[in-house]
């Protein structure tokens, strides 16, 4: 199991053919159509610090509507697009990702740092030490960078993680 995440931020077009899309492989197409593209400025790429990130941001669980907005979004929340055995994709309109750049804004390493000694993980595959928390906090600048821009060009956004 991998787990590596990864967020796109999303024009116009790709958001709304990914809400038009049928069915999960017509979801899937797009969304691996979006990650070809792999376009460095629109992207943010997590690997597996996504998931002590969305605990972190939420109340230390790892569902998809644990903890509330605009934080409960930043990773798994939003509309659930596809939750298969092996990729997960879920998206935020561009109005949540303006709530979430605003709410990100003041996050940093102290707040970081205080909701790893704080919450209890169940069922989290790290074990919360130093190397684990700096691991999880390198990725912090770069998720307060995608969402502000994404927030600034009116933009949606997706999160995708293989499993």
Partial sequence: MACRAVLF????VDAERLLAAQDDDEVMKLVENIEERWELDQLCELDKSWDALHRCLTDGGLAYDNGDFPQ???????RLLH???DYIVSYVNPDQVREIAKALGPLDEQWLRDRFTTLT????QGNGDAEDVAYTLASLPG???????????????IFTVDQ
């Fill in 9 to 12: 931020a999303l024009d116009a």
């Fill in 143 to 157: 998720l307060k960078d995608f969402y502000r821009t994404a927030a600034q060009d009116g933009r949606a956004a």
């Fill in 83 to 85: 939750d298969g055995d």
């Fill in 121 to 124: 993980f169940e069922d989290y």
């Fill in 72 to 78: 409960s979004h930043v990773i798994l929340g939003g």
